[in-house]
């Protein structure tokens, strides 16, 4: 399966925002194709263009179809996003199982309604599942783009090639036990001066419990030296106070 053979069709879309949101969070997950079924507003539509940000390419290939029948006429399998339970004879599945559905050669399409309505009865027989995302039964209803961007989501995480690994940018390598030990040491002598491992048959215990804190904190070299520098200057404040 690729992500390749997935295609967005929105049918009678009422705003142009909502048309260049969409194919904003589909570009975001690497997504190319989106159909649009009659759609309300004008169209090229300056607004979609707008709100698309770096994905008007998507918006400048889509195509356009007067109905939901020609929209899917090349697909294998289509899936219908609805927030409300339909009284129609169809599987309803949730968004988190609807890629179970999906055959390595199929060529997918995922449809999804106008803003203020949903898609009608008529629109949803034309699918073979309605998909539903989960959410609060007293206000369901998401928003176009956000409805689509989960779709997105659970198609990139399982369809994507790229096994995404993530560094940070951070620049100080991790400190040497050595140094953490030098840091504990330093910290140790001054709470000995100022008589906080108290009292005796105690300090053993309190020493480890200050050991187990800074060892599994896996703190870099920077953060070393920067705490030196916080507890030093601790120190000299209290010795001029």
Same mark, same amino acid.
């Given at each position: 399966?690729?992500?390749?053979? *997935?295609?967005?069709?929105?049918?009678?879309?009422?705003?142009?925002?909502?048309?260049? $949101?969409?194919?904003?969070? =589909?570009?975001?997950?690497? !997504?190319?194709? /989106?159909?649009?079924?009659?759609?309300?507003?004008?169209?090229?539509?300056?607004?979609?263009?707008?709100?698309?940000?770096?994905?008007?390419?998507?918006?400048?290939?889509?195509?356009?179809?007067? $109905?939901?029948?020609?929209?899917?006429?090349?697909?294998?399998?289509?899936?219908?996003?609805?927030?409300?339970?339909?009284?129609?004879?169809?599987?309803?599945?949730?968004?988190?199982?609807?890629?179970?559905?999906?055959?390595?050669?199929?060529?997918?399409?995922?449809?999804?309604?106008?803003?203020?309505?949903?898609?009608?009865?008529?629109?949803?027989?034309?699918?073979?599942?309605?998909?539903?995302?989960?959410?609060?039964?007293?206000?369901?209803?998401?928003?176009?783009?956000?409805?689509? *961007?989960?779709?997105?989501?659970?198609?990139?995480?399982?369809?994507?090639?790229?096994?995404?690994?993530?560094?940070?940018?951070?620049? $100080?390598? /991790?400190?040497?036990?050595?140094?953490?030990?030098?840091?504990?040491?330093? !910290?140790?002598?001054?709470?000995?001066?100022?008589?906080?491992?108290?009292?005796?048959?105690?300090?053993?215990?309190? *020493?480890?419990? !200050?050991?187990?804190?800074?060892?599994?904190?896996?703190? $870099?070299?920077?953060? *070393?030296?920067?705490?030196?520098? =916080?507890?030093?200057?601790?120190?000299?404040?209290?010795?001029?106070?």
């Amino acid at each position: 399966m690729s992500l390749s053979n *997935i295609h967005f069709i929105l049918v009678r879309p009422q705003m142009g925002e909502n048309i260049g $949101s969409v194919a904003r969070a =589909i570009k975001n997950f690497n !997504i190319k194709y /989106l159909r649009l079924v009659k759609p309300k507003c004008s169209w090229p539509n300056q607004k979609a263009l707008a709100t698309s940000v770096g994905a008007k390419d998507i918006l400048k290939s889509a195509k356009i179809f007067d $109905s939901v029948e020609k929209a899917i006429g090349d697909l294998d399998i289509v899936f219908a996003s609805s927030s409300r339970i339909r009284k129609v004879n169809k599987k309803i599945i949730p968004v988190s199982n609807f890629i179970k559905k999906i055959k390595k050669e199929n060529k997918v399409g995922i449809l999804f309604g106008p803003e203020a309505s949903g898609l009608s009865n008529n629109e949803i027989s034309c699918a073979d599942y309605l998909v539903k995302i989960p959410a609060n039964k007293k206000f369901s209803s998401l928003n176009l783009s956000h409805s689509a *961007i989960i779709f997105c989501f659970e198609l990139y995480q399982n369809f994507s090639r790229q096994r995404k690994e993530y560094k940070s940018g951070y620049k $100080s390598s /991790l400190a040497k036990k050595s140094e953490v030990n030098k840091f504990l040491n330093f !910290i140790i002598q001054g709470l000995d001066e100022k008589g906080f491992l108290q009292p005796d048959h105690k300090r053993q215990s309190m *020493i480890r419990n !200050i050991n187990n804190i800074f060892h599994r904190l896996n703190l $870099s070299e920077q953060e *070393i030296r920067i705490l030196l520098g =916080i507890f030093s200057t601790l120190n000299e404040i209290n010795k001029k106070t």
